[in-house]
């Protein structure tokens, strides 16, 4: 694990490993050499998620050689440009997504158990920090139930934190359901899946640092 810019060895970097389903199997912390190692099957993928305080998070993902299983991926990581502050977007400061919802559901997709894990982790390094959820829908159906929809959406994200030892105290939630899509698919537009897809969404804004 090194500094992007300086090529730095960092230690104690927080190093996590997940299947190819996402799915957290491992994790570990870089040592003083700034090397990390896994315990992994060969022929399989992985993802490789990379953390520390004033970088910025980076993700990979590796496939493992069939023969012996040794794989080397080296990680390079950015240092954060800057600081954040009431009322900024989470995720533009931490490389996280907005987690996305399939069509009509509210339950969290398995795909977006990376960004909620990174969620999570920083707020364990903020204990004070707090958040608002705000829950979106695609334009299909009634104002009403996108309504629904996007606070029971916003819901199971809060849900997911509190499971996770998260207090509930730092979290709030709004509820939007179609009133701010961002790209042009309202009723009237015929749209793609993948662009209807950018208005199913839960974005995450800090309330207090």
């Not at 009431?86 to 990376?114: L, M, P, Q, W």
């Amino acid at each position: 694990m090194t500094d992007l810019a300086t090529s730095e060895i960092l230690l104690r970097a927080k190093t996590s490993l997940f299947d190819n389903k996402f799915s957290p199997t491992e994790t570990v912390i870089s040592d003083d050499k700034g090397n990390y190692t896994f315990s992994i099957e060969c022929g399989k993928t992985y993802n490789v998620s990379a953390e520390k305080e004033a970088y910025t998070t980076r993700e990979e993902s590796v496939t493992i050689a069939d023969e012996d299983g040794k794989t080397k991926l080296d990680i390079a990581l950015e240092k954060e440009q800057c600081k954040v502050t009431i009322g900024d977007d989470f995720g533009k400061y931490f490389g996280i997504k907005n987690i996305y919802f399939d069509f009509d559901k509210s339950n969290t997709r398995v795909e977006s158990a990376i960004d909620l894990e990174k969620i999570l982790d920083v707020m364990n390094q903020y204990p004070k920090m707090k958040l608002d959820i705000r829950s979106h829908t695609d334009s299909r159906g009634s104002f009403k139930y996108n309504d629904s929809l996007s606070d029971r959406r916003a819901q199971s994200t809060i849900a997911w934190l509190i499971v996770n030892g998260v207090d509930k105290g730092r979290l709030t939630a709004k509820r939007y359901g179609e009133n701010q899509l961002i790209n042009k698919c309202a009723d009237n537009f015929e749209c793609t899946e993948e662009e209807r897809q950018l208005n199913r969404r839960s974005e995450f804004i800090i309330m207090e640092l």
